[in-house]
């Protein structure tokens, strides 16, 4: 396995190398020329990309060796399920007041408070002390919350209210951003490599390198992001009350209702138009697999010796070649439909965890193969995240898109606290005898829900086989959606 990693991590970065140059041909840049010439633009986005990406590669830095950490303080498989469900359910309890926060605290202020409270996560796992674990898992759920809602929602406010950018070089930003976002995944597999296996400091060095990663993305928020606000005379972004206020509670009352009201609104939308349900359904299937796929991989793959942070970036490079395949396969020369590529990350993500039923028979451990169908999970993964988000954009009406969202990704987190206690309640291992019944099984039931998920995206355009509105422009003809499907 040591030799089997190191050679797919080299065979996949050149293959990214090549997939990235051919986009680059094939596709036009998405940025407009005058936002790419406007020197006050380019400024604003240094300004946000400087303190994002950081907080991104911190958050990089804490998955290759998550697991490793609670078996090298001696937890039992069952106990670390536990303490990766407190994660998951602390998302679902914290999701709803990441949106909620940065009106009431401020926007920037929220960031900073991630900051903490990631930087309080990192620490905690210093500790071979389980309840102090839990606390740190439930500080993790807060500040991914806040990482995946409060940075971007400060970079639009700015971007539309204060600078009065056109709306349309939004995407520029946030297509830079998750560019450098999948070197990022790569390069944090590889550093936490050499500190906890090449330097022999243990699992924990990686999260404590994310500290003064945190620290730096603080910094630069409270400085950088703080001297932006206070050139467009502005001290915060919470509105300001009229004088003779005696306090904030007005404020957090409007903050409250508003809140309410956007998940009333939300809930609305999804319930009213089926699209949007099935939708969610197949975001929900697909993605709470995905959470149980971060917690297997590691017991699957480690009792055969792999260097972790290189298999990490191996993984993370399949899901960088999947989303470049994307952007080739939508290109003008190929001009295949999103619909049409969500249909195959679907089918191919299937046929991985079908593979690893098999390739994790007890007694029988296949761990090239295990390793083999990860990847292919992960390049069906970078196929399907843009190809969601463009069905999002077209589904989902814009005001309420961050609302429908947040429900979205309700039934997703609780499917995969469910998973991961089902698994908690079988023997999980993965070594030989029965002990390694509970992840086969796991698999076999994350395949069920993934063709689950496949016959949601066929109804979705089943519903919608002549609604121009799932097509991007200047493709194929109008019936060939429905052609494909019928052959389906």
Same mark, same amino acid.
């Given at each position: 396995m040591l030799v089997t990693a190191y050679l797919a991590i080299i065979f996949l970065l050149a293959l990214c190398v090549v997939l990235e140059h051919t986009a680059r041909r094939l596709t036009p840049p998405q940025s407009a020329p005058t936002a790419v010439a406007n020197p006050a633009f380019r400024r604003f986005q240094s300004i946000f990309l400087r303190a994002y990406l950081l907080a991104l590669w911190a958050d990089w830095l804490q998955g290759p060796y998550l697991y490793k950490l609670y078996r090298h303080y001696s937890f039992l498989e069952s106990q670390i399920a536990i303490l990766y469900v407190c994660g998951l359910a602390s998302c679902v309890l914290f999701a709803p007041f990441s949106g909620w926060l940065p009106q009431v605290l401020g926007r920037r202020q929220t960031c900073l408070l991630f900051c903490v409270s990631y930087s309080a996560c990192c620490l905690t796992k210093l500790s071979t002390d389980y309840f102090v674990l839990i606390v740190g898992r439930i500080l993790g759920g807060l500040s991914t919350s806040l990482l995946t809602t409060t940075f971007e929602s400060w970079y639009v406010h700015r971007h539309v209210e204060v600078h009065d950018f056109p709306k349309e070089w939004i995407p520029s930003t946030f297509t830079k951003a998750a560019t450098w976002n999948h070197g990022l995944a790569v390069g944090a597999g590889l550093v936490a490599n050499l500190l906890a296996e090449w330097l022999h400091l243990g699992p924990v060095a990686p999260f404590l390198l994310a500290v003064p990663c945190l620290a730096c993305c603080g910094w630069v928020v409270l400085t950088d992001w703080g001297k932006e606000e206070a050139e467009e005379g502005l001290e915060g972004e919470k509105q300001k009350l009229p004088l003779g206020t005696p306090n904030t509670g007005v404020a957090r009352l409007s903050a409250r209702a508003r809140f309410s009201r956007s998940c009333h609104?939300?809930?609305? %939308?999804?319930?009213?138009?089926?699209?949007?349900?099935?939708?969610?359904?197949?975001?929900?299937?697909?993605?709470?697999?995905?959470?149980?796929?971060?917690?297997?991989?590691?017991?699957?793959?480690?009792?055969?010796?792999?260097? @972790?942070?290189?298999?990490?970036? %191996?993984?993370?490079?399949?899901?960088?070649?999947?989303?470049? @395949?994307?952007r080739l396969a939508t290109s003008t020369r190929y001009r295949l439909?999103?619909?049409?590529?969500?249909?195959?990350?679907?089918?191919?993500?299937?046929?991985?965890?079908?593979? @690893?039923?098999?390739?994790?028979?007890?007694?029988?451990?296949?761990?090239?193969?295990?390793?083999?169908?990860?990847?292919l999970l992960e390049?069906?993964?970078?196929?399907?995240?843009?190809?969601?988000?463009?069905?999002?954009?077209?589904?989902?009406?814009?005001?309420?898109?961050?609302?429908?969202?947040?429900?979205?990704?309700?039934?997703?987190?609780?499917?995969?606290?469910?998973?991961?206690?089902?698994?908690?309640?079988?023997?999980?291992?993965?070594?030989?005898?029965?002990?390694?019944?509970?992840?086969?099984?796991?698999f076999g039931g994350c395949a069920v829900m993934m063709l689950a998920a496949f016959m949601a995206v066929v109804s979705v355009f089943t519903l919608g086989r002549n609604d121009t509105d799932l097509r991007l422009e200047g493709t194929r003809g109008e019936g060939e959606m429905e052609n494909i499907l019928n052959d389906d």
């Open positions: 609104d939300g809930l609305r %939308c999804l319930l009213s138009d089926r699209r949007v349900m099935l939708l969610g359904g197949v975001q929900a299937l697909f993605e709470s697999v995905l959470y149980i796929f971060v917690f297997l991989w590691t017991p699957v793959l480690d009792p055969h010796g792999p260097p @972790l942070g290189i298999v990490f970036s %191996c993984l993370m490079a399949a899901s960088m070649a999947g989303s470049l @395949l994307y439909q999103p619909g049409h590529v969500l249909c195959l990350a679907v089918l191919m993500a299937f046929f991985s965890l079908f593979m @690893l039923t098999f390739s994790t028979t007890p007694g029988q451990p296949r761990p090239r193969e295990s390793f083999l169908a990860f990847l390049l069906a993964s970078g196929l399907y995240f843009p190809a969601v988000s463009f069905l999002h954009g077209r589904v989902i009406p814009e005001e309420k898109r961050q609302s429908v969202l947040a429900w979205f990704r309700l039934p997703l987190h609780l499917l995969a606290c469910f998973g991961l206690l089902a698994l908690h309640g079988e023997t999980a291992g993965t070594g030989g005898g029965e002990e390694g019944n509970g992840t086969r099984h796991m």
